[in-house]
């Protein structure tokens, strides 16, 4: 169930997860986990590397992903 009163916080929480995106694709797979790591030196294109991108998101709790994000970029970015 969504309301329109939470459309703010999925709209934040969108943009930290791409920011996120932008920093791990530019890592060139250096902050990814074992087996995206193995993904990640298996792809070929572009489109492949960020298919690993999205997938290691993916799997990220709420928690996990503000905790990278925070080691990556910093908790200042992040504001609600």
Not at 27 to 38: H, I
């Amino acid at each position: 169930m969504s309301t329109e009163r939470r459309r703010p916080f999925y709209e934040w929480q969108r943009a930290l997860l791409s920011e996120l995106a932008d920093v791990l694709i530019a890592a060139n797979g250096e902050y990814l986990d074992q087996y995206s790591q193995l993904q990640w030196s298996k792809a070929k294109t572009e489109e492949e590397k960020h298919r690993v991108i999205v997938d290691q998101i993916a799997v990220f709790t709420d928690a996990a992903a503000l905790k990278m994000h925070d080691a990556l970029i910093g908790s200042k970015k992040r504001t609600l």
